[in-house]
């Protein structure tokens, strides 16, 4: 089994700063893409930001400029550095990767979609 447990969440005043971290544990043989994704309340979820395991990055581009992911390939980890946080950035993060769980499936190039149960931000004074 593959977990991923995010942090960091909290209440921020507009302007302010957060950072979120996710830690990917379990049966785990390489990952893929890192992400963050949110959902606002009446609100699809949306793709914030992603990370290849080469640290290639792409950004939604509401937030580009004021959110920085990065990840550590050797403690399988995902971070979200976000500032200027705005009232429209408040949602439930969930952190997303694309893990491989045996050496078969990543010879393979299988890799299964896993989630955080989510971490909330809400920004407001």
């Known amino acids: 089994q593959v977990q991923l447990v995010e942090s960091g969440g909290g209440l921020v005043q507009p302007g302010g700063s957060l950072r979120l971290s996710c830690a990917a544990s379990?049966?785990?043989?390489?990952?893929?893409?890192m992400g963050w994704y949110r959902q606002a309340p009446g609100k699809q979820r949306e793709l914030v930001a992603t990370?290849?395991?080469?640290?290639?990055?792409n950004y939604v581009d509401s937030v580009k400029g004021r959110f920085t992911i990065s990840r550590d390939n050797a403690k399988n980890t995902v971070s979200l550095q976000m500032d200027s946080l705005k009232p429209e950035d408040t949602a439930i993060y969930y952190c997303n990767a694309d893990i491989y769980t045996s050496y078969y499936r990543r010879n393979q190039g299988v890799a299964g979609a896993y989630w955080g149960r989510g971490t909330q931000v809400a920004v407001s004074s």
């Open positions: 990370i290849t395991s080469g640290g290639r990055t």
């Open positions: 379990g049966s785990i043989f390489g990952i893929n893409d």
